[in-house]
C-alpha cells in the first residue's frame, strides 16, 4: 500500500499528477466537491451565525466511502486540489468529511501540473487556508440566500419555474438595458466624403474629409465645387511610433480572444482550457493576474532568441488593471514555451496556440512603425481632406501574434506613396456615401465578460458559469436576426460630374449576439422595481470586494452575511406580501370592430396577444406571439395579424392548405405534412401557388434516396448540418462524403457504421424490461428506459451493475420527478 495518498478534483488530472510521483503515492479523484448544501431546503441558519448545513449527495457516498478507506491505510495525506478560493473549500471538506488527522494531512497547491511545480509543492506543504475557506463560503451562502429567497417571490408574482440570482440577475439586467437603448435609438442620416488621388509618379491612394455633411444638397454642393478644382498637399508629418505586445491572458481576455479569433462560447473555451491545464499543458485558468513567473519569462526570452534571434526579446511584466485582482497568481501560459505545439485534438491544439502566441508575444519587441499623416487642399473651398499611412519598420511581435478587437474597423491604415508638401495630385473621383449612426452593439459572450470584469462584477471562474445559466434559465437567447435590407445613396462626382446612385446595405443582422426573452425582461423588471439594491452595479461589485477581503483576513464573513440578510430578508417580506403581480402588459389600442382593449402581455404558455379583459361581457380572445415578436417591441398591426391565422389558402389535391405560427415559426399545413416557410416570410402574404410550390419541394425532399433491407432511405439537411434517415434512425453525414452526389456505397456504409456505432454503445440491454445502459460523451453513461435517461455518476461501475440496481435508479429518477411537481404545485 502506497505510504502517500494524493486527492485532487479530477481523473484527468490525478493522471497527469501520477506521473510524476514515484511509487510510494498514490493519486486519486473526489471529482470535485464531496460536499454542498442540501438540495431541498436552505441550508443556512439564518437565524444564527449562518453556518451552513452541508451533506454528501448520493453520488458522492461511494467516493467518500473509497477515499476513507485509502486515508486510514496512508501515512500522509495531501489535498492538492486547485489553488483558487473553489479548490480551498474543496480541501476543506475533504478534511472535515474524510475526519483526516491533522498530523498527517498536508495541503499543496501548484500552477501548473509539471514535474518541477509537483516536487516544488511537494517540498513546501501549507495548512488550509481558512480566510480563502471562509470567502468560497459567504459567495455560496450569500448566492443560495438569494436564490432562495428571490426565487418564490418570481413564482408567485411573475411565473413559476423561474429563478434569481446575484450575479446571473445582474448580466441578465445589462443585457435588457442594452437592448432598450438600441429599441429606442433612431439612426440619424449624414453623408460621408472619401477621395482617390494620385501623385505625379501615378501612384494612388484614398483620403477622405475628417467632417460628415448633414444633409444630401450640403453633400452634393460640396462635391460640385470640387468638379474644376487643383489640389496638392499642404501638409506632410512624419513620426515614429511603436506599439507594445498585450499582456499574457487572464481567464476573461482569454474567453474574449478566443471568441473573436475561434469562434467559442465562453463555456467551450473554459472547457478545453480545463483539459489543457490537467494535461500539464498550460498554466491554471481561472485566473484575473497578468504577471509572469521569472521562470516563464526566461523560458520565454530563450525560445524567442532561439526561433526568431535576440532583438525579438524584451523581458517585461504587466501590472493588471483588474478590481481585485489577484496579482500572487500567475497568467493562463504554456507550462514549456519551447512546444509551440502539442498533439492533442484540434480544439485543443486551436486553443493552445493562442495561449501559447499571446504568451510568447508579450516578452518580444515593440513594433515600430513610421506613421505618416497628410492633408489636402483644394483650389475652390477651404476644406481639407486628410490620409494616413504606416509602414512597418521592425515587425517585432507582430512576428507571431496580433490582438483582436470587438470594434468594427471600416478600413485600416495602408501604406502610401512618397509624398512632398505643394506636390500637385490628381483626383480620380469623390464620393459622398448616406451613413447612418449605428445602434450600440448587443453583447457577445466575451464582451459582456469584459463588462462586467469592468464593472468588478463577478470573479473567473464565475464567467462561464453565469452566461450558461442565463441561457438555460431562458432569459436570454442568441440572436438570430437575419438583419433586412436599407437603401442608401451616394453622390459621385468622376469627370467633373455628379451622378447619383441608389445602393442597398444589409444591416440589423445580429447573429450569435445575446437577446434577452420576454420573460428575461419582466424578471428584471421586477427585480429592478422591487430590489433594485440587489440589482445595482455599485452593489454586486461591493459584494465581490468584501469576498476580497475575507479571502485576506480583514472581514469576517458572518458578519458581511448578517449585515446583508438583516436588510434583504424584510424586502423580500413586504414584495411577497404587497406587490402586484408583473405580466409585462403593453397596451396597444382598440380593436376596430369590437372597440374592446387589445394588449400584450406573458400568459401561462408565453406571450399572448389579448383582446378584452375579465371584465367585458365577452370572454378575451387570445393568440400567441410568434417566435420571432417580442412583447416589448409588436406593433398593433402585428398583434392584430396573429388573429387572422391559421388563414386557409384553398385546396390541393383534395386535401386543405392553411398557413399558421407555430412554436419554431410560421409554416404551410397539407394534411398531416408540415413545411416551414423560408426566414424572413410573412404567413399572410402566402398565397396557394407559393404553398404548393412549398409542398412539392417537401415531398421531393422527402422521396427516398435509396432501399437499404426493404426500408426507404431519406435525405435532409436539420440543424446539425446534412443527415440520411432509415429506419426512423439518423444518420448525420460528414464532409468527407459528396452530400448532393451520396454513392449506393456510401449510403451502406453510413447506415452500418450507425448501427454498429449503437451496438458498441450498449453496455448492458435488458430486453424483457425494455431498459439498457449506454456509453454517453464525456466517459459518462446512461440508463434508460423508454423516454427516461438518468446519468451515472463517473463512479459507478457500469460493467458490475445489475437489473435490480438500474430498476432502482429509474424508479428513483420517477420519484423524483412526482416529488418536484407536488413541492412546486404547493408553493
Known amino acids: 500500500m502506497a505510504k502517500n495518498l494524493v486527492i485532487v478534483e479530477s481523473p484527468a488530472k490525478a493522471k497527469t499528477i501520477e506521473k510524476f510521483l514515484g511509487k510510494d503515492f498514490k493519486v486519486e479523484s473526489s ?29 458522492k457516498r461511494a467516493v467518500v466511502k473509497k477515499l476513507k478507506e485509502l486515508a486510514k491505510k496512508a501515512d500522509t495525506i495531501w489535498l492538492a486540489s486547485d489553488e483558487d478560493r473553489e479548490g480551498e473549500a474543496i480541501a476543506w471538506h475533504l478534511a472535515e468529511t474524510l475526519k483526516l488527522d491533522k498530523q498527517r494531512t498536508k ?50 408574482k411573475v411565473k413559476g419555474g423561474l429563478s434569481a440570482g446575484r450575479v446571473q440577475s445582474v448580466s441578465v439586467r445589462l443585457i435588457v438595458e442594452r437592448e432598450r437603448e438600441i429599441l429606442d435609438f433612431s439612426p440619424e442620416a449624414s453623408y460621408r466624403i472619401d477621395a482617390e488621388f494620385s501623385n505625379e ?74 483539459r489543457l491545464y490537467e494535461s500539464g499543458l498550460i498554466t491554471y485558468m481561472r485566473t484575473d493576474s497578468v504577471n509572469l513567473s521569472d521562470e516563464a ?43 509551440s505545439s502539442v498533439n492533442v485534438d484540434r480544439d485543443q491544439a486551436r486553443l493552445y496556440d493562442l495561449i501559447w502566441k499571446r ?23 477651404n476644406e481639407t481632406f486628410a490620409a494616413s499611412g504606416e509602414v512597418i519598420t521592425f515587425d517585432g511581435f507582430l512576428k507571431v501574434y496580433m490582438e483582436g478587437t470587438d470594434d468594427e474597423v ?37 464582451s459582456l465578460v469584459k463588462k462586467l470584469e469592468e464593472l468588478g462584477i463577478g470573479r473567473p471562474s464565475t464567467y462561464a458559469p453565469t452566461i450558461s445559466t442565463i441561457q438555460n434559465r431562458n432569459y436570454v437567447e442568441k440572436g438570430a436576426v437575419e438583419g433586412e435590407e436599407r437603401k442608401y445613396s451616394q453622390l459621385t462626382l468622376k469627370n467633373g460630374v455628379v451622378k447619383d446612385k441608389l445602393l442597398t446595405e444589409k444591416v440589423g443582422s445580429d447573429k450569435g449576439k445575446l437577446v434577452p426573452t420576454d420573460i428575461g425582461m419582466i424578471v428584471t423588471d421586477f427585480l429592478v422595481n422591487h430590489f433594485e439594491h440587489i440589482l445595482d452595479y455599485n452593489f454586486t461589485a461591493k459584494v465581490e470586494s468584501d469576498f476580497d477581503d475575507i479571502a485576506e483576513g480583514k472581514e469576517d464573513w458572518t458578519k458581511v452575511m448578517k449585515s446583508f440578510y438583516n436588510d434583504f430578508h424584510p424586502q423580500v417580506e413586504d414584495v411577497t406580501e404587497n406587490a402586484d403581480r408583473e405580466s409585462g402588459e403593453r397596451i396597444l389600442g382598440t380593436d376596430p370592430k369590437t372597440g374592446r382593449q387589445v394588449s400584450v402581455r406573458l400568459g401561462k404558455f408565453g406571450p399572448m396577444v389579448q383582446i378584452g379583459t375579465a371584465d367585458d361581457d365577452e370572454k378575451p380572445q387570445f393568440a400567441s406571439l410568434s417566435p420571432d415578436q417580442q412583447l416589448n417591441s409588436i406593433t398593433f398591426e402585428e398583434a392584430m395579424n396573429l388573429f387572422k391565422l391559421p388563414k386557409s389558402l384553398g385546396s390541393y389535391k383534395g386535401e386543405e392548405v392553411e398557413v399558421n405560427n407555430g412554436r419554431f415559426g410560421p409554416y404551410v399545413r397539407f394534411g398531416k405534412t408540415f413545411v416551414s416557410l423560408p426566414n424572413g416570410a410573412d404567413p399572410l402574404s402566402v398565397e396557394l401557388d407559393e404553398a404548393v410550390g412549398l409542398i412539392e419541394a417537401k415531398k421531393k425532399a422527402d422521396a427516398p434516396i435509396y432501399t437499404y433491407k426493404g426500408l426507404p432511405v431519406q435525405k435532409g439537411k436539420g440543424r446539425f448540418g446534412p443527415f440520411i434517415k432509415w429506419n426512423n434512425m439518423f444518420v448525420n453525414v460528414s464532409k468527407k462524403y459528396d452530400w448532393d452526389n451520396l454513392s449506393e456505397d456510401d449510403v451502406i456504409e453510413l447506415i452500418e457504421d450507425k448501427i454498429q456505432k449503437e451496438k458498441d454503445k450498449i453496455v448492458h440491454n435488458w430486453v424483457d424490461e425494455g431498459i439498457r445502459i449506454e456509453k454517453a460523451r464525456w466517459g459518462r453513461h446512461h440508463v434508460i428506459k423508454g423516454k427516461t435517461k438518468v446519468e451515472l455518476a463517473k463512479t459507478v461501475d457500469v460493467d458490475k451493475m445489475t437489473l435490480e440496481e438500474a430498476k432502482a435508479i429509474i424508479e428513483a429518477n420517477a420519484s423524483k420527478k412526482k416529488t418536484t411537481k407536488r413541492s412546486t404545485k404547493k408553493k
Not at 509624398?419 to 459572450?445: F, I, K, M, Q, S
Open 31 to 59: 471529482f470535485g466537491h464531496i460536499a454542498d448544501l442540501p438540495s431541498k431546503e436552505l441550508g443556512v441558519n439564518v437565524e444564527g451565525d449562518f453556518k451552513p448545513k452541508y451533506e454528501v449527495s448520493k453520488d
Open 107 to 156: 495541503r499543496i497547491v501548484f500552477h501548473e501540473i509539471t514535474k518541477s511545480a509537483i516536487q516544488k509543492a511537494i517540498e513546501n506543504p501549507r495548512g488550509i487556508d481558512y480566510d480563502l475557506v471562509d470567502a468560497q463560503q459567504a459567495r455560496r451562502v450569500l448566492d443560495r440566500i438569494v436564490g432562495y429567497e428571490l426565487s418564490p417571490v418570481l413564482w408567485r
Open 201 to 274: 509618379d501615378g501612384q494612388s491612394f484614398r483620403a477622405k474629409l475628417p467632417k460628415n455633411f448633414s444633409t444630401k444638397a450640403e453633400a452634393q454642393h460640396f462635391l460640385e465645387q470640387n468638379a474644376s478644382a487643383h489640389f496638392r498637399v499642404s501638409d506632410l508629418e512624419k513620426k515614429p511610433v511603436r506599439k507594445s505586445p498585450a499582456a499574457p491572458f487572464t481567464t476573461s481576455t482569454l474567453q474574449q480572444e478566443a471568441s473573436r479569433k475561434l469562434y467559442f462560447s465562453v463555456s467551450k473555451t473554459m472547457t478545453v482550457a480545463q
Open 297 to 339: 519569462r526566461r523560458g520565454a526570452q530563450k525560445e524567442i532568441e532561439h526561433t526568431y534571434g535576440s532583438n525579438y526579446s524584451k523581458p517585461r511584466n504587466y501590472v493588471g488593471k483588474t478590481k481585485g485582482a489577484q496579482d500572487a497568481h500567475e497568467a493562463i501560459r504554456p507550462t514549456d514555451f519551447s512546444m
Open 359 to 381: 504568451a510568447i508575444a508579450s516578452q518580444m519587441s515593440e513594433v515600430q512603425l513610421e506613421r505618416t499623416h497628410i492633408k489636402i487642399s483644394a483650389s475652390t473651398h
Open 410 to 446: 471600416e478600413e485600416q491604415e495602408g501604406m502610401l506613396p512618397a509624398l512632398r508638401v505643394n506636390e500637385a495630385l490628381y483626383n480620380h473621383y469623390v464620393t459622398a456615401t448616406e451613413r447612418y449612426t449605428r445602434p450600440p452593439a448587443r453583447y457577445t459572450e466575451a
